[in-house]
Protein backbone atom coordinates (compact mmCIF):
# COMPACT_ATOMS: atom_id res chain seq x y z
CA UNK A 1 0.00 0.00 0.00
CA UNK A 2 1.24 3.51 -0.80
CA UNK A 3 0.11 6.50 0.52
CA UNK A 4 1.38 9.88 1.69
CA UNK A 5 1.13 12.29 4.45
CA UNK A 6 0.14 15.77 3.12
CA UNK A 7 -0.99 19.33 4.96
CA UNK A 8 -3.92 20.29 5.48
CA UNK A 9 -3.82 24.23 5.46
CA UNK A 10 -7.13 24.70 6.17
CA UNK A 11 -6.34 23.45 10.09
CA UNK A 12 -2.98 24.57 10.34
CA UNK A 13 -2.55 27.52 12.96
CA UNK A 14 0.03 29.20 14.82
CA UNK A 15 0.41 26.32 17.11
CA UNK A 16 0.50 23.30 15.16
CA UNK A 17 0.43 21.93 12.22
CA UNK A 18 -1.79 19.59 10.84
CA UNK A 19 -1.55 16.83 8.33
CA UNK A 20 -3.55 13.85 7.03
CA UNK A 21 -3.02 10.57 4.94
CA UNK A 22 -4.13 9.94 1.29
CA UNK A 23 -3.78 6.62 0.50
CA UNK A 24 -3.03 4.85 -3.11
CA UNK A 25 -3.65 7.98 -4.72
CA UNK A 26 -7.41 8.19 -3.48
CA UNK A 27 -7.58 12.01 -3.82
CA UNK A 28 -9.46 12.19 -0.45
CA UNK A 29 -7.13 12.15 3.24
CA UNK A 30 -8.47 10.00 5.31
CA UNK A 31 -9.68 13.03 7.72
CA UNK A 32 -11.67 14.06 4.54
CA UNK A 33 -13.00 10.58 4.12
CA UNK A 34 -14.17 10.41 8.08
CA UNK A 35 -15.79 13.59 7.67
CA UNK A 36 -18.04 12.56 4.95
CA UNK A 37 -18.81 9.43 6.91
CA UNK A 38 -20.00 11.30 10.13
CA UNK A 39 -21.33 14.75 9.15
CA UNK A 40 -24.79 13.19 8.86
CA UNK A 41 -25.40 10.75 11.92
CA UNK A 42 -22.79 12.68 14.08
CA UNK A 43 -23.08 15.99 13.36
CA UNK A 44 -22.77 17.43 16.48
CA UNK A 45 -19.75 15.46 17.68
CA UNK A 46 -18.28 16.13 14.42
CA UNK A 47 -18.97 19.63 14.79
CA UNK A 48 -16.54 19.37 18.61
CA UNK A 49 -13.94 17.37 17.06
CA UNK A 50 -13.50 20.43 14.22
CA UNK A 51 -13.59 22.74 16.39
CA UNK A 52 -11.03 20.93 18.94
CA UNK A 53 -8.84 20.58 16.16
CA UNK A 54 -8.72 24.41 14.93
CA UNK A 55 -8.28 25.47 18.78
CA UNK A 56 -4.66 22.94 18.80
CA UNK A 57 -3.75 24.74 15.98
CA UNK A 58 -4.95 28.40 16.09
CA UNK A 59 -4.27 28.67 20.01
CA UNK A 60 -3.25 26.09 22.66
CA UNK A 61 -0.74 23.50 20.47
CA UNK A 62 -1.22 20.14 21.67
CA UNK A 63 -2.71 18.75 24.84
CA UNK A 64 -3.11 15.91 26.44
CA UNK A 65 -6.42 16.66 27.67
CA UNK A 66 -7.99 16.23 24.06
CA UNK A 67 -6.96 12.81 23.39
CA UNK A 68 -8.11 9.64 24.90
CA UNK A 69 -5.55 7.11 26.02
CA UNK A 70 -3.19 5.90 23.69
CA UNK A 71 -4.46 3.82 20.77
CA UNK A 72 -1.01 2.17 19.75
CA UNK A 73 1.97 0.24 20.38
CA UNK A 74 4.79 2.41 22.66
CA UNK A 75 6.57 5.12 20.38
CA UNK A 76 3.45 5.21 17.80
CA UNK A 77 2.03 8.30 19.40
CA UNK A 78 -1.14 7.18 18.27
CA UNK A 79 -4.33 8.64 19.78
CA UNK A 80 -7.90 8.87 19.70
CA UNK A 81 -9.17 12.50 19.42
CA UNK A 82 -12.77 12.62 21.27
CA UNK A 83 -15.75 15.32 22.08
CA UNK A 84 -16.53 14.11 25.40
CA UNK A 85 -16.16 11.19 27.31
CA UNK A 86 -19.59 10.07 26.62
CA UNK A 87 -19.35 10.72 23.07
CA UNK A 88 -19.23 7.68 20.65
CA UNK A 89 -16.73 9.29 17.69
CA UNK A 90 -13.47 9.06 17.75
CA UNK A 91 -10.51 9.87 15.54
CA UNK A 92 -7.20 8.07 15.06
CA UNK A 93 -4.20 10.56 14.91
CA UNK A 94 -0.80 10.68 15.61
CA UNK A 95 1.03 13.62 17.84
CA UNK A 96 4.37 14.37 16.72
CA UNK A 97 5.77 16.59 19.07
CA UNK A 98 4.04 19.92 20.37
CA UNK A 99 3.04 21.37 17.14
CA UNK A 100 2.33 18.57 14.53
CA UNK A 101 -0.62 16.47 14.70
CA UNK A 102 -1.35 14.21 11.31
CA UNK A 103 -5.54 12.63 11.32
CA UNK A 104 -6.66 9.61 10.18
CA UNK A 105 -9.89 8.08 10.16
CA UNK A 106 -12.16 6.67 12.51
CA UNK A 107 -16.01 6.75 13.89
CA UNK A 108 -18.28 6.02 16.57
CA UNK A 109 -17.43 3.87 19.00
CA UNK A 110 -20.70 2.01 20.45
CA UNK A 111 -21.18 1.95 24.26
CA UNK A 112 -21.42 -1.96 24.05
CA UNK A 113 -18.13 -2.99 22.92
CA UNK A 114 -14.95 -2.45 25.46
CA UNK A 115 -11.81 -2.19 22.90
CA UNK A 116 -11.53 -0.68 19.23
CA UNK A 117 -10.52 -4.64 18.19
CA UNK A 118 -13.92 -5.53 18.85
CA UNK A 119 -15.24 -3.14 15.96
CA UNK A 120 -13.72 -3.61 12.31
CA UNK A 121 -14.14 -0.34 11.11
CA UNK A 122 -12.03 1.27 14.49
CA UNK A 123 -9.89 -1.75 13.88
CA UNK A 124 -8.88 -0.55 10.34
CA UNK A 125 -8.51 2.84 10.80
CA UNK A 126 -6.64 2.63 13.73
CA UNK A 127 -4.15 -0.48 11.97
CA UNK A 128 -3.93 2.22 8.86
CA UNK A 129 -2.11 4.41 11.57
CA UNK A 130 0.02 2.33 13.26
CA UNK A 131 1.32 1.39 9.96
CA UNK A 132 1.69 5.23 8.97
CA UNK A 133 3.47 5.63 12.25
CA UNK A 134 5.66 2.64 11.44
CA UNK A 135 6.70 3.83 8.49
CA UNK A 136 7.15 7.33 9.41
CA UNK A 137 9.26 6.44 12.31
CA UNK A 138 11.92 4.22 10.20
CA UNK A 139 12.17 7.74 7.89
CA UNK A 140 12.98 9.97 10.53
CA UNK A 141 14.94 7.88 12.58
CA UNK A 142 17.04 5.00 11.18
CA UNK A 143 16.49 6.57 7.45
CA UNK A 144 16.97 9.91 8.72
CA UNK A 145 14.93 10.91 5.29
CA UNK A 146 12.39 13.31 7.09
CA UNK A 147 13.33 15.74 9.35
CA UNK A 148 11.72 18.38 11.30
CA UNK A 149 11.74 22.41 9.85
CA UNK A 150 13.47 24.59 12.50
CA UNK A 151 10.84 25.84 14.66
CA UNK A 152 9.93 21.93 15.04
CA UNK A 153 6.28 22.49 13.65
CA UNK A 154 6.14 21.20 10.29
CA UNK A 155 8.08 17.49 8.71
CA UNK A 156 10.37 18.36 6.15
CA UNK A 157 11.55 15.50 3.47
CA UNK A 158 9.73 13.13 1.22
CA UNK A 159 6.24 12.81 2.53
CA UNK A 160 5.37 9.73 -0.11
CA UNK A 161 5.63 5.54 1.22
CA UNK A 162 5.29 2.62 -0.53
CA UNK A 163 5.22 0.59 2.89
CA UNK A 164 6.71 -2.55 1.76
CA UNK A 165 9.42 -1.03 1.10
CA UNK A 166 9.39 1.56 3.69
CA UNK A 167 8.86 -1.06 6.35
CA UNK A 168 11.09 -3.83 5.12
CA UNK A 169 14.11 -1.65 4.46
CA UNK A 170 14.39 -2.99 0.68
CA UNK A 171 14.93 0.20 -0.86
Not at 84 to 96: F, G, I, N
Request: net charge negative; with cysteine; charged share 30%.
Amino acid sequence: MKFEIVKLDRFCGKRATVYSVILNDEGQTLFDQFIVENQVGYKRELGNILDQILTISKSTGIRENFFYKPEGKIGQDIWALYDKPEAQLRLYCMQLGHAVIILGGGGPKPKNIRALQEDPKLKLENDLMRMVSDALTKRMIRDKEIEWSKDKTELIGDLKFNTIEDLDGDD
